[in-house]
């Protein structure tokens, strides 16, 4: 019976400290400091393609 709660209260320690970590990792995302190196990793795909045509 003890144990049980020990599982229960783990779980939902582990579920906020997941979404902790989602909401971090969703601000990191989206932090205004980042944009630019994003931008610029998007355009990386294209950026071969530019050499094949010359």
């Known amino acids: 019976m003890a144990i049980e709660n ?21 601000a ?8 630019d190196s994003f931008a610029q990793a998007a355009q990386l795909p294209f950026a071969d393609e530019e050499k094949d045509h010359v």
């Not at 990191?28 to 944009?35: E, V």
Request: no cysteine; hydrophobic share 60%; net charge positive.
């Open 6 to 26: 020990v599982f229960d209260s783990a779980s939902s320690v582990m579920t906020v400290i997941s979404f902790i970590t989602f909401v971090g990792i969703w």
């Open 28 to 35: 990191w995302a989206w932090a205004k400091s980042n944009r």
